[in-house]
């Protein structure tokens, strides 16, 4: 492993803090590195829902390597019809989708389409303090974080924030009638797991009704049944203007999708937008089992009882939860440890899962594991939480 990482580290680009760990396999819930096991919180981080090398995605995905791998947008593709099928039954609503490769790729095509029903006076976006919603130029000027930002100043202008969950803010901007949109995630990810108050996205879907303005949802990370319903909006009962996913959604290969209401797709034309490798056909083989699996009452209804049985032991141990089903942050309040040593930790205990310091000041244990988790396995996370609220 030294070796290999001192070859590496001459390969790449430093933009990665690594667990230092040589993946040789995965298998369900596991990573398999140097002869030993390691139990997965992260599932790539928030990607492998039905858990490491499935047996029906992988078939799937051997059956359509075996009739093309890539021929192009230039085609109609059966793979591609039959995920935006059963993508589409997902949705309550009159939706077209377009295709990507990535959750960035997704967001930055969000943020054109919005733009197509507005006079250019009217293109402002509005996003949230602690939102993340890529790494692309766009994405980015929608993303908050400081550290991410200032590198690449200056970004797209006309991108303003407000705190998350502060309705009466949202109203305020959204008076000087220059956003063409608001990009919100139901709960925010990167952040560290943050919910807003109950109603908020419910309210913010009727704000944006009565000031004209879409609401572009992004899922990339709460979607695919990690909260309990397939989309976390679902909770709200809200129908976004746009909604964007990826990462679980191409069942471990790499799919974005943007979905956009029938009004806002008849103002997309031909050459607006495009992508090479978006909508691969393998990817998109693997998203239809992924969906198929994920979208069903017995699963939703398990990652449910699992989360709620999760935040009940954690309680019991002494951490308040944030999160709803399956993607959980566990608060670790204000401690002196730095969240690499509390990743450590959990690393020499054989599990691995992401610490996060929060722009609020906590420290945070953020866990999305696979769908499949079972409480036996949790269990081996809760001893280690016990033996690690010890030393704190």
């Not at 952040?191 to 009704?209: N, T």
């Not at 990826?246 to 034309?269: D, H, M, Q, W, Y």
């Not at 909508?279 to 990652?303: R, T, Y």
């Amino acid at each position: 492993m030294a070796d290999l990482k001192k070859i590496a580290e001459k390969l790449f680009i430093n933009t990665y803090t690594r667990y230092p760990i040589l993946v040789q396999k995965a298998k369900g819930v596991f990573i398999y590195s140097g002869g030993k096991k390691y139990l997965d919180l992260i599932g790539g981080i928030g990607v492998i829902a039905l858990g490491h090398s499935n047996k029906e995605v992988l078939k799937e995905i051997k059956r359509q390597l075996n009739l093309f791998m890539h021929v192009s947008n230039l085609f109609w593709q059966e793979p591609q019809i039959k995920f935006a099928n059963e993508f589409l039954k997902t949705l309550d609503g009159n939706y077209r989708i377009f295709l990507s490769n990535s959750g960035a790729e997704a967001v930055e095509a969000a943020l054109k389409f919005a733009k197509l029903p507005f006079s250019e006076s009217k293109r402002g976006f509005l996003a949230f303090y602690g939102s993340f919603h890529g790494r692309t130029h766009g994405a980015l000027s929608a993303t908050w974080k400081e550290d991410f930002r200032k590198p690449f100043y200056p970004l797209l202008p006309n991108f303003n924030f407000v705190e998350y969950g502060n309705l009466e803010q949202v109203e305020n901007e959204l008076k000087k009638n220059t956003y063409c949109a608001v990009i919100v995630e139901p709960i925010q990810g990167e952040a560290g797991v943050i919910s807003p108050p109950p109603g908020f996205l419910y309210e913010l879907k009727k704000l944006c009704e009565r000031y004209e303005t879409l609401l572009i949802v992004d899922e990339i990370q709460t979607g695919v049944g990690k909260t309990g319903k397939f989309w976390a909006y679902e909770w709200e009962n809200i129908k976004p203007d746009i909604l964007v996913s990826s990462k679980a959604i191409g069942g471990g290969l790499p799919l974005g999708v943007t979905a956009v209401s029938e009004e806002i797709s008849r103002l997309v034309k031909p050459g607006m937008h495009a992508s090479t490798f978006g909508g691969n056909p393998i990817s998109c083989a693997a998203g239809k089992v992924v969906i198929k699996k994920v979208n069903s009452k017995k699963l939703l209804k398990d990652v449910l009882s699992k989360g709620e049985y999760l935040k009940k032991e954690l309680k019991k141990i002494g951490f308040e939860v944030e999160g709803k089903g399956l993607m959980m942050g566990v608060k670790l309040g204000e401690i002196k440890k730095e969240p690499q040593d509390i990743r450590d930790f959990f690393l020499e205990r054989k599990i691995i899962l992401n610490v996060i310091k929060t722009h609020l000041g906590e420290t945070k244990i953020r866990i999305l594991p696979p769908l499949i988790i079972s409480k036996k396995e949790l269990d081996l996370f809760l001893e280690a939480v016990e033996e690690l609220k010890r030393t704190l």
